[in-house]
């Protein structure tokens, strides 16, 4: 049965020459022009506030050499970088670049269904596009990256997201919306024809499947050994269950009421979780070691995604849903109340060298790949494509949406690194550094943290286990992958606002569930669209994989795609020198190499549509992003340090076998000296294949550019105009003419501003 | 919603229209609103035949989305 209706006849609409009948479908460019960016003494007052108190906070940040800096000053910062990048830079690009017309219709308009194309509030989809572009990834990189102190990462985050990530994603999003929200792989193949289509999708694919096994990686470095985090975040599998079946049969369409009741139960499990571990059987059933949980993972994955999506996907995605929004304002709310000291040094002795523990290589390039999601993330070309723009109400909201949402997400990957950087230095590095190095024991940790020499840091084997005591774990030597140090960052803020010491373990175990709750929503989701990209580019070859009924040809595709990612994240788990630490750059390197990708669709669109003034506003993030990403692949591959180059090590190890030793570096046997051999050369073999496809799009994406500037481009290939029958203010807040317009149009009946797609075309 | 924030200030029917607007907030994110919007657009569409009941109407957007996945981020 179908929802669609198409009855163009029967529609009430006006037809085409009697919009006489409705008022205006836009405000005035001119008129709404002066009123956002007239001068009054009001608004002159408060942007030179704004950039005063900006102003202020970065120097606080930047130069001042006290004891310590208060948190409070990042959240200055951060926001008042945003609101002038907000109201300046992007209503530039608007102004120049995008060039929105109310006038046209959007897709969802034109197309509307009552499915995915639907017309929806700018605020209400502003939260439903954050919730999708974010998850675990700005939670977990600047994480990482605050070993090399809290300056580089605090700049890169908000100057990053500025010019190049929310960039990238209003623009991606913008051009989608005018393509009737076709996906990037179709724009690409559009508009970089058909070598450089095919590269984008063989990319995505093989980007999409990196990023899934790193992220699966971080959760179960963060369940490994921890018997309260394993059976709180496995609850969440039959708490999802319920909620299937609830919403299936017992209260279809409640999904309020049901996530209201998943979110309790959830916090339910979270606190039998201490109790559960605390007993004999409990702490025997649930302390998983990490390979066992990796196989769980990889079951996982693929049952959630063969399964129907209504028994175990959608509810976990209402559910991370409900849990995203409610604590990135819990987040946001503590580090305005605690205002925690940061004590770490802004720029840390690792900052000039290329072999800190937590992950290696030099700050540039390593440092702008680490913190990937925050600042410059492609990922979200694929929501920002496909997704949303079929739900955008009118062009002009492309903005506040794309741009504005990927601020957000930059402002909690800030909220991440104020964690990070707020507990103690030597408990951060004793959490990071691989076991290799600190053997895994508190004393060991100790050992090795107070040899690397840093300035002011101290750690005793006392205060490691007190620390883990504490959060309710067994120990937190050498929890990589970032989640447990976030834990560990969060639980000591919001102790202070809530419940003190004692309510540590809590708040510990409840960010270990929120960050599981993200990834596994982002693990079973990407597989699934993983497992359709495939059959379709399969069904080009062999039809019947167009059929997404043919339940063989589901289940080959979805075991291809988690065969792919189980096989890395084994890999990870079981690798000698520590997996999050040589594992993680290749994400955050696919990751920057799809956002190339993605500016490189954009700079060829914007070509074609004879922009050319104003091209560098994507060329200055291309440049850096491929500067960035070809440096670090070029060091990953060809670098002579073994610590840094993924073949040299891969060389040194296989000299080691071949000489006939035992032992070799950290690998302490044969068996782990092969491991090194053979993980190096898969990640070595990734990173070539990587940034070999990503040439081939970017050469293509200035191929097609330059041709544009020559006069022989492609043209647009835009859907045609269709005028907009309908109207809805562009920002957050209103300006008086939109309102005034948004009045008339909601005085009409529903019926008439509704819009049904029908008698459009 | 935008009536909700300008009643704020009005004491306990200002609060009520808040929360109201922040329950909408969240239905709309969550897409609990769903089938209240299918029937505005059925309507606006001007179709004789009746529309969905409720349950109907869920059970055919789950079977659709399982053949329409969405991405989620990292």
């Known amino acids: ?761 | 919603m935008t009536g909700a924030v300008e009643q704020a200030g009005r004491g306990r029917s200002g609060f009520l229209d808040w929360w109201r607007g922040a329950v909408r907030f969240g239905n709309g994110v969550l897409g609990a609103d769903r089938y209240e919007r299918y029937l505005q657009y059925h309507r606006a569409t001007g179709c004789e035949s009746e529309p969905l009941t409720e349950r109907e109407f869920w059970r055919d957007w789950q079977d659709w989305q399982d053949a329409h996945p969405e991405g989620r981020c990292c």
């Open chain 1, 1 to 761: 049965m179908s929802t669609t209706h198409r009855h163009p006849a029967e529609s009430p609409q006006p037809s085409q020459g009697g919009s006489a009948e409705l008022p205006p479908n836009h405000v005035t460019p001119e008129v709404l022009e002066r009123e956002q960016t007239r001068w009054t003494p009001l608004r002159i007052a408060l942007w030179v506030g704004i950039a005063l108190l900006g102003g202020v906070a970065w120097v606080m940040i930047a130069f001042a050499r006290g004891e310590s800096v208060n948190a409070i000053w990042f959240v200055f910062a951060a926001v008042c970088s945003y609101f002038i990048a907000y109201r300046f830079y992007s209503k530039f690009i608007e102004l120049k670049l995008t060039r929105p017309d109310d006038r046209r219709a959007t897709p969802a308009e034109y197309h509307a269904n009552g499915k995915d194309y639907m017309p929806t509030d700018r605020r209400v989809l502003y939260g439903h596009h954050f919730a999708a572009i974010a998850g675990a990834g700005p939670l977990v990189g600047p994480v990482l990256a605050a070993q090399m102190g809290y300056l580089p990462g605090t700049i890169w985050i908000i100057v990053g997201v500025i010019l190049a990530g929310a960039v990238q994603d209003y623009l991606v999003l913008f051009f989608s919306m005018r393509r009737g929200g076709r996906s990037l792989g179709q724009m690409a193949r559009e508009e970089l024809g058909v070598v450089g289509g095919y590269a984008a999708i063989v990319a995505t694919l093989a980007i999409m499947i990196i990023i899934v096994a790193i992220l699966a990686l971080v959760v179960v470095n963060a369940l490994g050994e921890s018997p309260w985090g394993v059976f709180s975040v496995g609850m969440t599998i039959p708490i999802a269950l319920f909620m299937g079946v609830y919403l299936r049969y017992l209260r279809p369409g409640r999904v309020m009421e049901v996530s209201v009741i998943g979110f309790v139960l959830l916090m339910l499990v979270i606190v039998a979780g201490g109790w559960v571990a605390d007993t004999e059987l409990g702490s025997q059933l649930f302390t998983l070691d990490r390979v066992t949980l990796a196989w769980c993972v990889i079951g996982y994955g693929f049952v959630a995604a063969v399964l129907p999506v209504w028994l175990l996907l959608s509810p976990r995605d209402y559910l991370s849903t409900f849990m995203k929004v409610g604590t990135i304002l819990l987040l946001a709310a503590a580090i305005v109340v605690v205002r925690p000291e940061i004590t770490v040094p802004a720029v840390s002795e690792f900052a000039g060298r290329s072999d800190g523990p937590v992950f290696t290589g030099s700050l540039f390039p390593f440092l702008f790949v680490t913190i990937a999601c925050g600042a410059l993330s492609g990922f979200h070309a694929l929501i920002a494509s496909g997704t949303t723009p079929k739900m955008i109400e009118k062009e002009r909201q492309a903005r506040f949406i794309g741009y504005g949402g990927m601020l957000m997400e930059s402002f909690v990957a800030i909220m991440a690194l104020v964690a990070a950087v707020s507990i103690d230095r030597g408990i951060y590095f004793a959490m990071n550094a691989s076991p290799a190095a600190t053997m895994g024991t508190v004393e060991g940790a100790a050992a090795f943290v107070n040899s690397l020499g840093l300035s002011g840091v101290h750690v005793t084997p006392e205060l490691l286990q007190g620390t883990a005591d504490a959060v309710g774990e067994e120990t937190i030597v050498s929890r990589t992958g970032g989640a447990p140090t976030l834990a560990v960052g969060l639980s000591h803020i919001m102790q202070q606002w809530f419940g003190g010491v004692s309510m540590m373990s809590f708040w510990y175990h409840f960010a270990i569930m929120f960050e599981a709750l993200f990834i596994l929503t982002a693990v079973d989701a990407g597989t699934r669209v993983a497992r359709f990209m495939l059959t379709d580019t399969l069904g080009n070859f062999f039809p019947r994989f167009r059929d997404v009924n043919w339940r063989t040809g589901a289940w080959l595709t979805t075991a291809i795609m988690v065969a792919g990612w189980g096989t890395i994240l084994i890999l990870g788990v079981t690798d000698p020198l520590g997996g999050i630490n040589t594992f993680y750059p290749l994400f955050g390197i696919a990751n920057q190499l799809l956002a190339a990708i993605a500016l490189a669709v954009c700079l060829a669109i914007a070509a074609n549509l004879h922009r050319f003034k104003y091209l560098w506003i994507i060329m200055l993030p291309l440049l850096f992003d491929v500067l960035v990403t070809v440096t670090g692949s070029w060091q990953k591959i060809f670098s002579s340090d073994p610590k840094v180059g993924y073949w040299a090590n891969h060389g040194a190890f296989k000299d080691a076998l071949a000489q006939g030793k035992t032992s070799f570096g950290t690998a302490k046997n044969v068996e782990a000296m092969e491991a090194v051999v053979r993980n190096t050369f898969v990640q070595g073999t990734l990173s070539v294949l990587f940034v070999v496809l990503t040439i081939v799009v970017v050469v293509m994406g200035v191929v097609e550019t330059v041709k544009a500037l020559r006069g022989r481009g492609r043209g647009t290939h835009e859907d045609p105009v269709v005028e907009s029958r309908f109207y809805a203010p562009s920002g957050l807040v209103a300006m008086p003419s939109e309102k005034a317009l948004e009045k008339q149009w909601r005085a009409l009946p529903l019926e008439q501003r509704t819009p049904t797609g029908g008698g459009h075309h």
